[in-house]
């Protein structure tokens, strides 16, 4: 049943600013994960309109922080999603353009062990002739706000993509001149002589030259508390790396990295009780990082647009590698792998400050 927007606080101004960016593009199509799997939703048109509005530091990704892990869109919403699927309403809730699978999945979620990790879902509302989900500001009291997009899993599309790309390839000329970009060698001849792609070919690509299939998640997008964006994060393959991007991202705060790994073990307990995540396949979801110069900090599932319940397989282990028909997404691969990094995080701060504690010592009694 669709109720009208609830009365609560005005929207974070950078959660503001971001949506008014995307409000004048146009709602296209709903779906997508990260904000590389969304561009390869669209046709090149759309990619070269939204080319122009990532130079404007809109963060497509962010209003997916909410595809939510927007998609790399807008700052809450994301750093992953598409431009135009989200906007604000009157009393500050987030509103992401309706998908039935999100909406399925936000509602069961609601009474579901991992409901204190994912944001409140408020119900559907409709504008015009679009209908759009209500979700919760996650930067509602946050100041200056951090946030991290991680997109989780070992894989970031679904089993149904593979068999599209095998009954009936579309080659994308979009696509393919991306990883032309990137590294020319991961093409085939046949792929240089067609100059074309399908949306499968690429995303397999992305997913295994990024830490996506080696570490089961890979980092979408950082916003430091100057708004400045950062996704250059491709590269990123190794513990050392990632450790060395979240020591960045926390600026060596030891007390934020602390209450980020307290957080994700408390979601891993959860995760091994909830009946959702046993009965679902997760693909294109993210963790949300949000902290503050406060220093309060926080992790958050979001996006669940391509989260497909199981129906011919009783339940999913999320810990083991996929395999094709298994459908097996390794979401618990790399929630473990997020958890030892900021444990070498935190090693790593508390050597540095015991040896600066050493050396003062050293110094008085001399």
């Known amino acids: 049943m669709e109720e009208g927007p609830l009365q609560r606080s005005s929207p974070h101004p950078i959660l503001s600013k971001l949506l008014q960016s995307s409000a004048s593009s146009s709602c296209s199509s709903v779906c997508a994960s990260s904000g590389e799997s969304d561009e390869?939703?669209?046709?090149?048109?759309?990619?070269?309109?939204?080319?122009?509005?990532?130079?404007?530091?809109?963060?497509?990704?962010?209003?997916?922080?909410?595809?939510?892990?927007?998609?790399?869109?807008?700052?809450?919403?994301?750093?992953?999603?598409?431009?135009?699927?989200?906007?604000?309403?009157?009393?500050?809730?987030?509103?992401?353009?309706?998908?039935?699978?999100?909406?399925?999945?936000?509602?069961?979620?609601?009474?579901?062990?991992?409901?204190?990790?994912?944001?409140?879902?408020?119900?559907?509302?409709?504008?015009?002739?679009?209908?759009?989900?209500?979700?919760?500001?996650?930067?509602?009291?946050?100041?200056?706000p951090m946030i991290m997009d991680c997109k989780m899993g070992v894989r970031t599309y679904q089993e149904e993509e593979i068999k599209n790309a095998h009954t009936g390839p579309l080659l994308r000329k979009d696509l393919y001149q991306k990883m032309v970009k990137v590294d020319p060698s991961a093409l085939t001849a046949e792929e240089h002589a067609q100059m074309g792609v399908t949306k499968w070919r690429y995303l397999h690509w992305r997913d295994t030259t990024s830490s996506t299939s080696t570490m089961g998640f890979r980092i979408e997008g950082i916003m430091m508390e100057d708004g400045n964006i950062h996704r250059d994060f491709k590269k990123i393959l190794t513990f050392t790396q990632v450790t060395e991007?979240?020591?960045?991202?926390?600026?060596?705060?030891?007390?934020?990295?602390?209450?980020?790994?307290?957080?994700?073990?408390?979601?891993?307990?959860?995760?091994?009780?909830?009946?959702?995540?046993?009965?679902?396949?997760?693909?294109?979801?993210?963790?949300?990082?949000?902290?503050?110069?406060?220093?309060?900090?926080?992790?958050?599932?979001?996006?669940?647009?391509?989260?497909?319940?199981?129906?011919?397989?009783?339940?999913?282990?999320?810990?083991v590698p996929w395999t094709e028909g298994s459908r097996e997404d390794g979401y618990l691969l790399g929630l473990t792998s997020l958890i030892t990094s900021l444990s070498q995080a935190i090693s790593s701060i508390s050597c540095q400050q015991q040896k600066h504690c050493d050396s003062d010592i050293e110094t008085s009694t001399e």
């Open 40 to 144: 390869a939703s669209e046709g090149e048109g759309t990619v070269s309109q939204r080319k122009t509005l990532r130079k404007s530091h809109s963060w497509k990704t962010f209003l997916t922080m909410m595809h939510w892990s927007l998609k790399r869109q807008s700052s809450f919403v994301q750093l992953a999603g598409h431009q135009g699927n989200f906007q604000l309403s009157d009393g500050g809730e987030v509103l992401k353009l309706y998908s039935e699978s999100e909406a399925a999945c936000l509602d069961i979620l609601m009474t579901d062990p991992l409901r204190p990790f994912v944001p409140q879902y408020y119900g559907l509302i409709s504008r015009g002739e679009h209908r759009y989900i209500r979700l919760e500001d996650l930067l509602c009291g946050l100041k200056s």
């Open 245 to 319: 991007t979240l020591l960045f991202f926390t600026r060596h705060q030891l007390n934020v990295l602390k209450s980020y790994h307290s957080r994700l073990l408390a979601l891993d307990e959860a995760l091994k009780c909830s009946p959702f995540f046993r009965k679902h396949e997760v693909i294109g979801s993210s963790l949300l990082f949000v902290h503050d110069p406060s220093n309060k900090a926080s992790v958050w599932m979001i996006d669940f647009g391509k989260t497909t319940p199981l129906l011919e397989i009783n339940e999913l282990k999320h810990n």
